[in-house]
């Protein structure tokens, strides 16, 4: 009983604690949300002011340049001769630019290759010792595995050979004691 009432205790709990969760996310959500309405509608204001006051700016230039007619034709005539050294000078920028990228790439590239042979300097001896301890170890292993098989072979041929040594021996222990029970046996009969 006591279980089922702390599982429902557990269960309100979680219940309570999930709609808390869900109203602070809407609530942030509803925040954030206006905030960036307020954002996009300070924005545009600000896109609106600043269209206003040009288009007024550039209004009245319009207007000055439509009553004098030279000076309106003088500044077509500077923005078409402007256009081809502004062309160029853009041209210029653009091409000094992918010079500049070329050449700090091949810069970047000298000193990575700068920085890989540094660290080949460390990693090329390390890698040696490691290679080194390594073999030794690997030798050693090689070694004691090698002499165990070796040792079980050995000692599988000396039991092999000795083991007929051994059965001989038995033989001639079991031919002792038959020996022994038959002079004892003699001994007794004889001084009877």
Known sequence: MADQERKEK??????????KATQI??????????????????????????????????????DFLNKVPPLK????????LSAIPLATFLGFLGIS?????????????????????IGG?????????????TFFIVGGFLLAWVASFALAR???MINYLFSFT????QGDMTGVETGIKKGYQRGRNWEE
């Open 97 to 117: 630019f992918a010079v500049l990228c070329g050449i700090a790439t091949v810069v970047v590239s000298l000193l990575e290759g700068g920085a890989v042979l």
């Open 10 to 19: 557990i269960q309100q709990t979680a219940e309570r604690a999930t709609a």
């Open 121 to 133: 300097t460390f990693l090329i001896p390390t890698l040696f010792v490691a290679g080194v301890i």
């Open 73 to 80: 034709y003088g500044v077509y005539t500077m923005a078409a």
């Open 154 to 156: 050995l000692w599988a």
């Open 166 to 169: 051994a059965d001989e021996v």
């Open 25 to 62: 996310s809407q609530g942030i959500s509803s925040n954030t949300k206006e905030r960036v309405q307020a954002a996009a509608g300070y924005g545009s204001e600000m896109a609106e002011h600043l269209s206003e006051s040009t288009r007024g700016i550039f209004g009245r230039i319009y």
